[in-house]
């Protein structure tokens, strides 16, 4: 099978056999920075014409489509735009929190990349907690949003601020809960073990109506967690006019924005990984014919498409589901979500236990 | 035991619909080529399609002899919010000698008018209509101040 790890292996040896081990190592820390910053600026190009192209056609229109063929330079002539507008500081705000904060929420976004496997062999960094240490690193970017909207000094700021903190602190649990689901059945947090466990079948397939269920709660807490309509209570463009970021304007809006859209990026692709079998092509038992023709395609192209496919469902949720207000969005979450997610981790447990899965 | 089957009642009506909804953006989705109602519009200006209760601007009505039927009542005057029509009425002279009010210069200020369609509702005689041109832009404001009834126009013989 034709694989990204071979090329990695290969710059590996080689820097470590031309450089000494400290420099070799710092080369390979400047490469994998380039490379993050680069998928980063590729996603929110990718996924912002995605999202406004997938809209337009759910809602029969045409889309951008005067910028390039079909519209595709549309999205890199609005970072050009962003990039060149000048980025202003309100007076009456926190100076420091107010600058700081757009880089948390961007640096919490790009700290959850390591643990991600991109491909066969190809992961910045494969920890034995991987799982554990996105879902602790992704609530981090609460903190960045609380912060802009506490240093905004503005009260529509301040309100989708803490609505942002009620939601995303309610709904981690029973997207916690449904990524337990997978645990329980595979035995392990790290990220590579999940992926080799699912060599004769995705989770999907192999663990029955639970891990449906689990899969189904899963998007729907994600969707909430990043913060996206139907769930877009901090942002509320019709009651808040932008919420926490409202008094953001030029490359700070960008990298709120660029952050919304990598945070889709990684949970779908965690999402991906722990129900969809991450870079690993669709097996169905072992040794067949079939899987032997599915290894033909590469497996970076699968994890891509597992991914994408799992943006699209969510960008399908945005425009088709009416906005929840706060307090049945807590309600959904706390007398719905919940009690099934733990039951239905009850029943995961039980299925492990006595081995029912294939 | 009627708490359990209302809640997964709920939870049953709440995939279900959100399922109906979900099915029918697909089906928009992929029948996007086919449906979609964006018109390219400064591209096809010689074969757009617009919407037939589209309001553009309040037309009053002329046929090939140059008449019209307003009577000069002032019924969309009255019926108009914002003022943006003025009727100046004038008596003409009936065959049998009689005075009978008649128009003499319907004033419409297009740059007040929102489009509500009062005034036609309010017509009784059916004398204006809403016209779909919408390509109002002039540079002077004065120019938006229309005089509707054409020079040498004249009621019709019949309308009362």
């Known amino acids: 099978m034709w694989s990204l790890q071979n090329i990695t292996d290969n710059i590996h040896d080689w820097l470590y056999a031309t450089f000494n081990p400290t420099v070799a190592m710092l080369i390979e820390y400047a490469i994998i920075g380039a490379l993050a910053i680069g998928l980063f600026a590729m996603l929110g190009l990718v996924l912002i014409y995605m999202e406004r192209k997938v809209s337009a056609w759910m809602q029969l229109r045409l889309g951008p489509n005067r910028v390039g063929p079909k519209g595709i330079f549309q999205t890199t002539a609005d970072t050009l735009k962003l990039i060149v507008k000048e980025g202003m500081t309100p007076t009456g705000v926190d100076k420091l929190l107010f600058n700081l904060a757009p880089f948390i929420v961007m640096i919490v976004a790009m700290v959850v990349l390591a643990p991600l496997m991109f491909a066969k062999g190809f992961q910045i960094w494969d920890l034995n907690i991987g799982v554990f240490f996105i879902t602790a690193t992704s609530s981090l970017s609460v903190i960045g949003i609380l912060m802009a909207g506490w240093a905004s ?25 449904s990524v337990l689901a997978i645990i329980v059945l595979t035995g392990s947090l790290r990220l590579s073990d999940i992926i080799n466990s699912q060599e004769n079948g995705w989770w999907i397939f192999k663990g029955h109506i639970p891990v449906w269920i689990a899969f189904v709660i899963y998007i729907i807490a994600v969707t909430a967690e990043t913060n996206r309509a139907p769930f877009d209570l901090a942002e509320a463009e019709s009651e808040l006019t932008a919420g926490f970021h409202t008094e953001y304007s030029g490359m700070k809006f960008a990298l709120f924005f660029l952050a919304e859209y990598v945070n889709i990026f990684v949970v779908c692709a965690l999402g991906a990984t722990l129900f969809l079998g991450g870079w690993m092509p669709l097996h169905f038992g072992t040794n067949t014919r079939f899987n032997e ?66 | 035991m009627s708490f359990i089957k209302n809640y997964l009642n709920d939870v049953w009506g709440a995939v279900k619909s959100l399922a109906t909804g979900m099915k029918l953006t697909s089906q928009y989705a992929i029948h996007h080529k086919k449906e979609k109602i964006t018109q390219l519009y400064p591209d096809n200006r010689d074969t757009l399609l617009l919407p037939e209760r589209f309001r553009g601007e309040v037309v009053l009505i002329h046929d090939e002899n140059n008449e019209h039927a307003c009577t000069g009542c002032t019924a969309c005057e009255i019926a108009c919010p914002n003022g943006s029509i003025k009727i100046i009425t004038k008596f003409d002279i009936t065959p049998e000698g009689k005075k009978k009010k008649a128009l003499d210069t319907f004033v419409y200020h297009l740059d007040m008018c929102t489009m509500c369609n009062l005034c036609i509702e309010a017509c009784p005689t059916d004398a204006i209509k809403m016209d779909q041109t919408f390509e109002h832009s002039v540079t002077d404001r004065n120019d938006l101040i229309k005089i509707l009834n054409k020079p040498g126009s004249r009621i019709r013989d019949g309308v009362e």
């Open chain 1, 153 to 177: 000094n503005n009260k529509y700021s301040l309100l989708g601020a803490m609505r942002s903190g009620a939601q995303i602190v309610s709904y981690e649990l029973s997207a916690g809960l």
């Open chain 1, 293 to 358: 023709v599915m290894d033909y395609i590469p497996s970076s192209v699968w994890f891509f498409g597992k991914t994408f496919f799992l943006i699209f469902v969510i960008m399908w949720f945005r425009w088709t589901f009416p906005r929840l207000r706060i307090d049945q969005l807590l309600n959904l979450e706390w007398k719905y979500l919940l009690p099934i997610s733990m039951i239905n981790l009850l029943l995961v447990t039980f299925i492990a236990i006595m081995n029912w899965h294939f």
